[in-house]
């Protein structure tokens, strides 16, 4: 049983809906294919951080978190990853067509952009290996708390972002084929890069 239950529930909660990068794609998948491609890539979200969860388990992500120069090289091309799907969303918002229409955009997958988006970022390995351990009391099998603490983040990560996508995808089919379609995919790609930029201009 996690120590302090209620605390982490609450905790996790607050940094679920914190606006970041996994709002940003889902916003990126419901402009893309609406709520479709909005949930698969919530789905290729919670597989990043059910993954980077495994490793914090099995003591692979505090290596990583250990070694500076793995984290800044996987930072780094987070960052880069980043920055290409933000500037392949305001190409699109400024051609006018929604990134699915675009060329670029002909061979997208949904899941693939979410799962890699989490997989590149250091910063879910470094909060799975020091943070979920604060709630395992003495004694008890971290490896089992560990996951059971993970799955519960995951499980409210997919709630939020589906709720999230939903709504979004409400207020995108209200205003299709208008300017503020096109602002949004402009903003969404805008918040894409700048959060690529600070990724990639990051220090520990």
């Given at each position: 049983?996690?120590?302090?239950?209620?605390?982490?529930?609450?905790?996790?909660?607050?940094?679920?809906?914190?606006?970041?990068?996994?709002?940003?794609?889902?916003?990126?998948?419901?402009?893309?294919?609406?709520?479709?491609?909005?949930?698969?890539?919530?789905?290729?979200?919670?597989?990043?951080?059910?993954?980077?969860?495994?490793?914090?388990?099995?003591?692979?992500?505090?290596?990583?978190?250990?070694s500076q120069t793995a984290y800044d090289a996987l930072r780094l091309v987070g960052a880069v990853y980043l920055i290409w799907l933000g500037a392949q969303t305001l190409l699109a918002a400024r051609r006018g067509v929604p990134p699915a229409d675009?060329?670029?955009?002909?061979?997208?997958?949904?899941?693939?952009?979410?799962?890699?988006?989490?997989?590149?970022?250091?910063?879910?390995?470094?909060?799975?290996?020091?943070?979920?351990?604060?709630?395992?009391?003495?004694?008890?099998?971290?490896?089992?708390?560990?996951?059971?603490?993970?799955?519960?983040?995951?499980?409210?990560?997919?709630?939020?972002?589906?709720?999230?996508?939903?709504?979004?995808?409400?207020?995108?089919?209200?205003?299709?084929?208008?300017?503020?379609?096109?602002?949004?995919?402009?903003?969404?790609?805008?918040?894409?890069?700048?959060?690529?930029?600070?990724?990639?201009?990051?220090?520990?």
């Open positions: 049983m996690p120590e302090h239950p209620l605390v982490f529930v609450g905790i996790v909660a607050l940094l679920t809906i914190t606006p970041g990068a996994d709002m940003a794609m889902v916003a990126r998948g419901v402009f893309t294919g609406g709520r479709r491609d909005a949930f698969a890539t919530t789905l290729g979200i919670s597989a990043g951080c059910f993954a980077w969860a495994c490793a914090s388990a099995l003591g692979v992500a505090a290596l990583l978190a250990a675009d060329a670029a955009g002909a061979n997208r997958n949904p899941f693939r952009q979410g799962l890699l988006t989490n997989l590149f970022n250091p910063k879910v390995a470094v909060f799975y290996s020091t943070f979920l351990p604060q709630f395992i009391a003495p004694g008890d099998s971290a490896l089992a708390v560990s996951m059971v603490l993970a799955c519960v983040h995951i499980a409210l990560g997919i709630v939020w972002l589906s709720v999230y996508a939903w709504l979004l995808a409400r207020a995108v089919e209200a205003f299709k084929g208008s300017r503020l379609r096109r602002a949004l995919d402009a903003v969404t790609g805008t918040v894409l890069v700048a959060l690529g930029l600070r990724l990639a201009a990051e220090r520990r």
